[in-house]
């Protein structure tokens, strides 16, 4: 396994960098590629920057250039349903591109040429994912986030969803706009502007991937004021631990593979 680990945002990413051994930098695109072993995984960072298409570039990238053989993306989300809240978890099973509209051509939603309005994650890796966030959840979220930051955002027992995830070229912060979406697209969790588009372009290149989103703001008009701290003091702790958890798993069970049991 050689695993993307794509991150949207800085603070998320320079965790990671900083825990991997013999990290190499490579500059390509405009994006800081860390190769190097992250917990005994040999693994690639980077940085996507914001939006669908700066997302599928650098998902194309990793693959073709880079020969990542599965990729995980990192990152915040705003709630699209009540149930889930700011600092819970969402794994994606599956994605949709919620700003793509070809009608009457195609059907809302459908990514023309594909036949697919939802992307399904990898099983196995969304199996390994929700693991890894639940584990985080239940052991390691009181230390690993501060109390002050826990008492600013009202994060008391967070859970982990798992579901339906949409992506636009949107920072959604309209209540009437987060509603509207979630009638048209039932089942959705969250909303963010990067994972349908990794999702299409893994889907076409035939790279198993998954997607894993902390909550950070409900998507209406305080959307972007809770934002930064959030990211800041919470949400890079939680991708931090996550995915070292996630490629403690991988490890184990490429031992396991290894020893034919
Ligand atoms: N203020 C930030 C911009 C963040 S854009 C800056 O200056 O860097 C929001 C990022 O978080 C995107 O990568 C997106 O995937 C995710 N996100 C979080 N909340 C969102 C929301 N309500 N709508 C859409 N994307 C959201």
Redesign the pocket.
Known sequence: MRLGIIS??HEEQQGLVEAMERPYKLIHGMREYWTGKLWEIDAVAVLSR?GKVAAAMTATTLVEKFGVTHILFT????SGDPSVRVGDIVVAESLVQHDMDASPLFPRFEVPLTGLRHFASDRQMALELSHAAQRFLEREFMDAIDAQERAAFALQAPRMHRGLVGSGD????HRERIRALGEALPGLLA????GAAVAQVCFELGIPFGVIRTI??N?NEN??TD??RFVKSVAAQYAFHVVRQFCRQARVQASRVSAGT
Not at 75 to 78: E, N, Y
Not at 191 to 194: L, N
């Open positions: 949207a945002l914001i990152g915040v989300a705003g949107q920072f959604v912060s909303v963010e502007m990067e950070s703001d998507a959307a972007a934002f930064m």
